[in-house]
């Protein structure tokens, strides 16, 4: 997982940057600019809803939360094709609620600065969708599994990172909390990682990660960021 440290710094030169090239406003607008709440903050904040209601509703009726809150191949051929988005925002371990955010809140807020709020909330909930059926698919053509569940915002955290690491190749960030990296390398660590993990899981090892939905996270990064650079002339993303 990537721990970055400087991310802080970070948005905060982004933040001037982008300050500087907007005209001047009357104090009234930037103070309701500065009150409206992110894209980050609403997503982390829904995150811990379905989180708590893993205990409130999961102990009395556990069959709801696995049947509306799980993807797999299975439940999206029993229908069930909401569970495309509502994995995305489905932990069930604070371990992984709180890692998850962590490294979405580190990342994503950069990236929303970049994007502005309505790009960055489409770009979050397409990716989630794209790595839920990536998942799936994998399960049912590849692991032979088609009834394997899985939760979680990994798949379009995924995308998000390697995003930024297509933006910003060079700045630096720090491997599972240690290792000083360049953010392109790291990133690209980790997809080799899932890769690696993905084909352990395909000759029948028992790894309990959905290495597809991170793979499918990835690749639709990669899309959106050569799409996005395909549109501007000047290579940057529009906001």
């Not at 300050?19 to 309701?32: A, F, I, K, N």
């Amino acid at each position: 997982m990537l721990h970055v440290y400087e991310l802080a710094c970070l948005q905060y030169k982004y933040s001037i940057q982008m300050d500087q090239q907007l005209p001047s406003r009357p104090t009234q607008y930037t103070v309701q600019e500065n009150n409206r709440r992110t894209a980050v903050e609403i997503i982390i904040k829904i995150n811990i809803v379905v989180y708590i209601l893993w205990f409130l509703i999961g102990f009395p009726m556990p069959l709801f939360m696995i049947n509306n809150f799980l993807i797999s191949w299975t439940a999206l051929t029993e229908g069930r094709v909401w569970t495309l988005i509502t994995s995305v925002f489905s932990h069930n371990l604070l371990w992984h609620l709180f890692i998850n955010m962590y490294v979405f809140f580190g990342f994503g807020s950069v990236l929303e600065k970049l994007l502005g709020f309505k790009k960055f909330f489409k770009f979050y909930l397409i990716a989630g969708i794209f790595s839920s059926l990536s998942h799936a698919l994998v399960c049912a053509l590849i692991l032979h599994r088609p009834e394997i569940p899985a939760l979680g915002a990994s798949g379009a955290i995924s995308a998000i990172v390697i995003v930024f690491a297509l933006l910003f190749p060079k700045e630096k960030i720090y491997l599972f909390g240690l290792i000083p990296i360049p953010a392109l390398s790291g990133a690209l660590t980790l997809s080799a990682l899932d890769l690696w993990g993905l084909i352990s899981q395909a000759k029948g090892h028992e790894l309990p990660i959905g290495y597809g939905a991170h793979l499918g996270g990835v690749a639709f990064g990669i899309i959106y960021y050569f799409f996005q650079r395909h549109r501007s002339k000047a290579g940057v993303f529009s906001t």
